[in-house]
Each structure stands twice: as C-alpha cells, then as structure tokens.
C-alpha cells in the first residue's frame, strides 16, 4: 500500500497507519469461501484492523476524521471490518474488494461514504461480488459510489487513488481548522 497508493496520493497533512499481514496475506483461502475455511487467520486479521483504529483512537483522532482504504485482499478484509464493527468513519474505500464469505445480516452503516473501484474483468474478485457489497452496503445505509473500471491488471488504478484522494481531502482540510 505504502509504494501502490500513499506515495501516489501525495495528500498533506494526513497520517498513514498501514497494518501489514503476515507473509503479505490476510488469510490463506479466497473471500468467497466459506468463513470458516479463513479461520483463525480471518479473526487475526479482524484484530489487527481493530489494533489499527485504536492507535489512530490513542493517538486523539475521532472516527469521524479517519479513512479506511484497503486493496484487494485487505479491501475484503476492510468490508467484513466495517460490516461487523461499523463507527462512524470519514469514509471507506474498498479497491477491488468484497465482503468475505457469505453476506450476514448488515449491521447498520449511518450514511458511511464508501466508495468502491473496481474491474470488470478482475480475476481475483468478481465484479458481481462487488455489486452485491455495494447492495448490502446501501441497504445498511451507507452512502455508496461504485465505480467500475475496464482496466485489465489487478492493481490500484489511477482513478481509484483518485477517488481515495476525493474521500481524504474533507478529513484534511477538518484537521486544519482545529
């Protein structure tokens, strides 16, 4: 994320915190799988996001001044994240991600600015995956903006930092007014 995304964004005054995976995996299985077949990784991995958003917590920043953005397998995880332990964040953005095995019952997401980017022809997940998401999302209340790319590589197209960088200029301009 760190070479991929932050160092292309080139947002001032934000903070990063980047948790990293062990072995530069979530879990070992594919989020369509059943969720059992991600454990215990999946609950790890849940954790180490929880862990994340408390140092930004420690740290004095309120969730209304923190983005979460993952790609791919972190956006996944990023998704059940929000699914299960929604707060009222800035914003999210799931770059080629979707909710990790079967869609259980959506807790509800207040008016939560999610933003989705995503290809139609991703091999690692399917853009009926990320629509389906994007429902359940907007069926919890969250305020939605698919945007489906045609780009052929599984990577963070520019218009996806694009629209991360849409989703952290509010948050940076509210840290300034402090």
């Not at 408390?54 to 969730?63: L, M, Q, R, S, T």
């Not at 290809?119 to 903006?145: K, L, M, P």
Request: with cysteine; aromatic share 8%.
């Amino acid at each position: 994320m760190l070479e991929h995304l932050v160092e292309r964004l080139a947002v001032p005054g934000i903070a990063y915190l980047l948790p990293v995976a062990a072995g530069r995996s979530w879990y070992p299985c594919r989020y369509f799988d059943p969720r059992a077949a991600n454990e215990p990784w999946l609950s790890a991995a849940l954790e180490a996001c929880e862990a994340t958003v408390e140092i930004a917590f420690e740290a004095g920043i309120p969730p209304e001044r923190i983005v979460l953005v993952g790609f791919s397998q972190g956006a996944c995880l990023l998704a059940d994240f929000i699914a299960r332990r929604p707060r009222a964040y800035a914003g999210a953005a799931l770059l080629t991600g979707a909710l990790i095995g079967a869609p259980d019952e959506q807790k509800p997401l207040g008016g939560l600015p999610v933003v989705m980017v995503s290809s139609r022809h991703d091999d690692w997940v399917a853009i009926e995956d990320v629509r389906a998401t994007a429902r359940a999302f907007e069926a919890a209340g969250a305020r939605v903006d698919l945007r489906v790319l045609d780009d052929r590589e599984h990577l963070i197209a520019p218009a996806a930092v694009e629209s991360v960088r849409e989703l952290l200029e509010p948050t940076r301009y509210a840290a300034t007014e402090r």
